[in-house]
Structure formats: structure tokens, C-alpha cells
């Protein structure tokens, strides 16, 4: 046959049959809509995959290609999603579909692709020095899959597990599971097979269904920093609480002293991460946030503060277990959402039962009152929700179908039987949705007896207000709108507080104005914090 008729005959039946002729079409993808270029790359990677007559080194190569391309628009999407990523919004749906559409293809494709490697007899040239890396961007796929259903609170599917294990045990096999490369072109922390699989399955024992998916993302991100501490062996060991095996694709397990290990088991664990975690959440208490900013500056300080401390728990030998008993209950409360909404309908004290007020700042808070958390007129709507379990600190229940777009892990909520008068404040903790797309949440009860109170700012040390005296002899006061939450015997001696967002500065000191029972506070710790509020920690400081 002459050369050119071989040539030809190398050629597939397909636009993309090779690189160059790839990036000529992908010009073409709409600039101005992510969502659109995305899935237009996601039909791509699966015609490739699946057209016949491409010699492997090419398919490969425009495969990779794609995926270089396709990276930057998904993480546009998911900047938009993490935005609001309600559960019951088709908006977000839509975006989750159409990332979670194009890893699974790019994972596919690149499965594929190790799948003709590995059935191939004699192996192209130069395709061994590139398995590590298609090995990886595979594994890291497979783990975005993973990410994005827990994001969505659905159970991990079942070719998510048969894929990681599966590919990790060909990079253990191939002898390349910890040999070290770049992933992408431009980054610069080295990864290997066995990283991205431990990144995958720590993710996945670290409680991300009590997680906002913004939390999410800002834990395996953090994970990927610290993924050189993660241990990974095949005996058992105090340091790897945790286990897999590799021959039965599923979620890892904890293990115990009475597993028989297997050859084909794999212990892993991040204990000794701890440590390192525990110095970047002092270094973020302390405000020292050069560190926390390699994890996105999109995430503030308290936000990634929230998720070092939730790693510290679930990183550490011993992994919490909720001991509360829950009883099966068939009822349905009044549900409310929001800091201003709550502080209106719990208990409060009045103003006119303040005391020590000049008559400037009765007028001013008066006047804040009208637009505050005070105000008569805020308008809001009550939803009803089926419960379906109560334990002594919880409750358990269905969203609506028509309610309940605002809820999401950490979202604060105004509770009340419906034979009651009496608004109890609790916070979204857990959420899980069913295979036939209901949407179960678990509701931690903050306080039964919450109080609604105004406090007065005194400053911080040396900058009490006692030393901000004006001109006219008059002293300059702000004022702070709080839900005090007693603890669980319903005492206000070790209380902790809602504030607004931006409200919690540590150290600082108030006044909280409770009539003749006024006194006085120094915050001492940030506890918890959402969209609009903020849990301190405070102690009452001797008048």
C-alpha cells in the first residue's frame, strides 16, 4: 500500500483526529458561556472516547487537551454553584449537572484510554512516562465526582468506588503509585496516584454530610496541602484509623482490633496532620492568615477556621460517634430562617426595660429598632416541616418540596411546635438526600430558652470606652443586637451568643442590657458562623 493510503487509513472518522485539529474547534467555544463550552467539551470527550480508528498516543493526547480546557470553565461553575448552592434550586441543579457530567466523562475517557494501554500488546512509545500523569488526572476526576455528590448530600455511587480502587490498584501494580509529577501544566505541588486517592477517601471519612459544600471544597483543598502527612500502609497501624480493600470496591471503613488484615487491605489516616492543623487554626485565631490564603482567598478567615476545627475532630484516633438515642416521631413544626427573623420571634427584652440609657442613645436605638431586629414590621414566612425523629439535643425531618431553598448545613432556624407559642433556635447540622430525591435534615437544638438581647461595645483593654470621652464629656457607645443561648440545664452562667456577621471581635468587652441584671462580658471564642451570623463564646466578667 502506498504511504499516503496509510496515512489516510491512520486517520479516524472524527473532527478532533488529532491535536491540532482539536484546538482549532475548541476556538470556537462560546466565551461568554461557561456552561455551554463545558458540556460542548463533555460531548467531545465522550465522542473521542468512543470513536474507533485513533491510535492511542492520539486519543491521549486530544483528551488531554480537553480536559486542559474544560478545568478553568468547570471551576467557573463552581464558583457560581458554591454561591448558592441550595439543594431544591434548579439553577444550582443545573450547574451540579453539568459539572458533574463532564468528570465523569473526562474520568471515562481517560479510563479508556488505560484500558487500550494496559489490553495492548506491544505499548506505544513514550506512553509509559505518561501513565503516572493520566493515572492521576483520572483519580482526581473520579474524587470531583465524589466531591460534588457530597455537595449534594447523595450516597457516593458505586462507579466512583470501582474506578478509584480500581485504577489506584493498576498504579500499585504499574509501579508508579507514588512516583511524583505535576498534574496539570502550570501547577506546582507535586502529586502521585496514591495522593489523589487518599485526598478522595479522607474526604470522604471526615464528615462531609455535617459540612456546607463551601466547606467541602475548602476541605479537600486543605487536604491537598497537607496530603504529605496522610498515611497510607498495608498493616495495620495507630496512625491509620481507617481502612479499604482494594478487591471489594466500597466506602472505607473504620477499623478495629479484631480485623483480619488481608493482602489486598490498605490502612490510612491523617493523625499526624493534626498537629499541622492545630498550628494553622491558632495561626487563624491569632489573625496570622498568610497560610489559610493558599486555600482560596474566596473563603474567609472564619470560614476556613470553621473547617480546621471540624479536620482536628474527625483527623484525630478517635472519631466522634453521636451517642444520642433518637425515637421515631410522626410530627411537623413551624420553621423560620434568618438572625433578624429569630431575634424578632424568641423572647427579648424590651426597651423601655433597659436601663442606664441617655437619652441620645434610647433615641438611636429606638431609631435602629425601626430597620434592627426589633422591628414589628419584618416580614417573614413560616414553613412547615414533617420531623420525623427526636433525640434529648435534636430533631430529624423531610424538607417540602415547596420549602426550604434556603436550608443548608449550618443555616440558623427558628423552630415551634405548632401547639406552642415558645420559638426555640436550632442550626442545620446534617443533611442527606434519597434515592428518590427527598431531602432528610438533621437539626441540632442551640437553646429551647433563647433571649434576645442588645449589647453595649466597651471596648478591649487599654481601648475601654471609658478612655473614648468626647469633647462635650458625652461618651460614644455602639450597640450589638444578640441572641443569648443558655446551656443545656437552661443557665446563662456558661451561655454562649448569636451575633451578626462581622460582629465577633475576640477580647472584645460588653454590656449586656438586661435590665437591673446587666453586666458585663469579654468574648473569648468563635464557635460557629453562616451567612448572616456568627456563635462566640464569652465569660461574664466580676462587676
Known sequence: MPSWFKILDDKPDHPMYD????????????????????????????????????RLERRIGVIMLLDETGQPLHAELLRQYLAAPHLQDFQGMHLWQGMHGFMRALAEAYAACVHEYQQAEKKPLGLKEQMPIICVRLLRAVAEQMKLELMRYLDVEQVVWDQLYTHYSFAEISQFADTMIHAYPGHIIHTNPQRELLRAIMLYVSSPATLAPNQIEVSYRISARLVSLFDFKEMPDADCPYFLDLSKPCAPSHADDKLQATPAMRFFGAVRAVPKVGEITHQNERGMINEERRFGNEFTPDGKLTVLKHLQLYWGKEHPHRHQERKGISTAIEVVHGFKVISQLVTRIELDQMVNLSEEDTAMLKERSKIGIVDETIDYTTETWDILDVSIGGIGGVLPRAAGAWAKIGALCGLKAQNSNLWWVGMIRRMHTDHQNKVHVGIEILAKRPLSVWLRSLGKGAERVSNWETSSGSFAYDYLPVILLPDAHNSYVNATMLMESGSYVPGCIHEAMMGEKSRNMELTGLLAEGDDYEQASFRWLVA
Not at 491535536?19 to 465522542?47: C, G, H, M, Q, Y
Open 19 to 54: 491535536v491540532a485539529e482539536a484546538r482549532k474547534l475548541l476556538a470556537d467555544l462560546p466565551k461568554d458561556n461557561p456552561f455551554k463550552a463545558l458540556d460542548d467539551i463533555t460531548s467531545w470527550l465522550t465522542s473521542v472516547k468512543d470513536t474507533p480508528g485513533f
